[in-house]
């Protein structure tokens, strides 16, 4: 009998693993940006970007690819409608560059990300995630 109990642990451990890969690979959405862009001080070229979210804490990531720039902020609900599904990154237009304003994962959005004030009339472009 005590010999069975850890191997049903050890399964259990597997099965949990395993379910936590999947819901984290389904959770990835890939976005094409056509320009560079601004971040956390940091520019960003043009590319693939992954969007994600890690469903424990709320927690949105922007990530390229290759993993050589990622970055993670806090979303929380907005004015995104409860049963919206879109993945959205705004960029603010600053002659001619940008900076991303704010990413909205589902129903869940960050903060002004740019340092503006939410009032401020500015260009604006959108990127829908795929």
Do not use: H
């Amino acid at each position: 009998m005590r010999s069975i109990l850890p191997k049903i642990f050890l399964a259990s451990a597997m099965v949990a693993t395993a379910a936590l890969a999947t819901n984290n690979a389904l959770a990835e959405t890939m976005v094409n940006v056509p320009f560079s862009f601004t971040v956390n001080g940091k520019v960003c070229p043009a590319g693939r970007y992954a969007v994600d979210r890690n469903p424990m804490s709320d927690a949105v990531m922007l990530r390229t690819d290759d993993w050589k720039r990622s970055f993670s902020w806090i979303a929380s609900p907005g004015y995104p409608a409860p049963s919206d599904s879109r993945i959205i990154l705004r960029f603010d237009r600053d002659g001619d560059s940008y900076k991303l304003q704010s990413v909205q994962y589902r129903n869940l959005i960050t903060s002004r990300l740019d340092g503006q004030k939410g009032n401020e009339e500015r260009p604006t472009r959108i990127v829908v995630g795929q």
